[in-house]
């Protein structure tokens, strides 16, 4: 009896060790399967992402292909086209003269002789377009300021002859007649010029982009932002930086254009905005950069499609309008000082809201917060 107990006694922990085994061996299993499975999820994943990316790469491929076809396609064939016209033409003239009924052979030869030179130098002539458009496109600035470097033009003869010397020293003198500045006190007469600076006649198209440039500041500013006009203050040395806005640790790099309505702006602009940003960004530690595009126009298609590619801000259609213009600035020593949008550091001036300074509309506002006009610097006091 004993032995069929112990007997029995083995069997039952031997079940219950077998039991166990069978356990924690699908135990295991199940593991692995979720381990198997997980990690099947994992690289179910990243085989989409790798399929959004390859897609992404693919649309950006695309792009690039189309931008350079319509870059390099055309200019040759229009050029040939051009070329072809033009022999016909004359061929025709030529022709006519030869074989009319009384010919003019020696007015034939002479077109002859024509064609061949008029033909070759249509072919230069849009070689020389072609090359044209791709400095343009590596300078996009060019467009801007090649052939328009005056600025709101005052007759130097009347201007040197009827005012003194220390007249002339003052900027108003370029908005207003010498009797107007003589009989006038200082608050009026500055304050027509002011008025005269809005209305004076026709600007150049730099005067006008300074302007612009200046309103899209003002409206930074006025939201908090510490603005360098660079663009104004460097020219052909701005990098295509018009601005440079600052709060914080963010940086905007703005470009602005203020072009007719009837212009397009293409990529050539959009590539220079994203390559000056980019390389900012690689200069300034813990700063994040962000290319910023304001333009009174709008964007191509293609130029649109890269500015999302690129992650630049753009603001389109984006109108011009008069705008408390007089930067009411303090000094280090505590100097209350206005500045005109004529005067010598206007551009120069940081206007900081926290410190009490502001933006005025009128030259006897500002004169009133106690503000007094900036001196012309010369050297001397």
């Given amino acids: 009896m004993e032995v069929l107990i112990f007997f029995g006694i083995i069997f039952v922990l031997a079940f219950l060790g077998w039991v166990a085994k069978i356990y924690y061996e699908h135990k295991s299993m199940k593991i692995n399967l979720l381990e198997l499975q997980e990690r099947l999820n994992k690289y179910d994943s990243e085989a989409r992402q790798f399929a959004a990316k390859k897609k992404e790469l693919k649309k950006k491929e695309d792009l690039f292909l189309r931008l350079f076809r319509e870059r390099t396609q055309n200019y040759p064939v229009v050029g040939e086209a051009w070329s072809n016209l033009i022999e016909i033409t004359e061929s025709e003239r030529e022709r006519a003269l030869r074989y009319k009924s009384h010919p003019a052979l020696r007015a034939a030869d002479e077109i002859k002789f024509i064609k061949i030179e008029k033909k070759e130098l249509v072919k230069e002539l849009i070689s020389w377009k072609y090359k044209a458009a791709n400095y343009e496109a590596i300078y996009p600035w060019l467009v801007d300021e090649l052939g328009d ?129 980019y390389s900012m960004g690689q200069e300034l530690n813990d700063i994040v950069v962000t290319p910023v595009f304001y333009t009174s126009t709008l964007l191509s298609d293609t130029a649109n499609e890269f500015s999302k590619l690129l992650g630049i801000k753009v603001k389109q259609g984006f109108k011009f309008s008069q705008y408390p213009c007089i930067k009411c600035n303090i000094s280090p020593k505590g100097e209350k000082i206005y500045h005109l949008p004529f005067d010598q550091q206007y551009d120069t001036t940081k206007i900081t809201p926290k410190k009490g300074e502001l933006y005025a509309e009128t030259v006897a506002e500002a004169e009133r917060l106690g503000f007094r006009r900036a001196f012309k610097w010369t050297g001397n006091k």
Wanted: proline fraction near 2%.
């Fill in 149 to 277: 470097d005056i600025q709101d033009n005052v007759d130097a003869n009347i201007f040197y002859s009827v005012y003194t010397e220390q007249e002339r020293a003052d900027p108003v003198a370029q908005y207003i007649s010498p009797e107007a500045y003589r009989s006038l006190s200082v608050t009026e007469r500055n304050q027509l010029a002011l008025e005269r600076y809005w209305l004076h006649g026709k600007k150049s198209k730099w005067m006008i982009g300074k302007m612009y440039e200046r309103y899209t500041g003002y409206l930074y500013e006025k939201s908090g932002w510490d603005v360098q006009y660079f663009g104004i203050q460097k020219r052909y040395e701005d990098l295509g930086r018009d601005l440079i806005a600052k709060k914080g640790n963010v940086v905007h790099v703005i470009q602005c254009k203020h072009w007719s309505k009837f212009k397009t702006i293409y990529e050539n602009h959009i590539f220079q905005l994203f390559g000056t940003a």
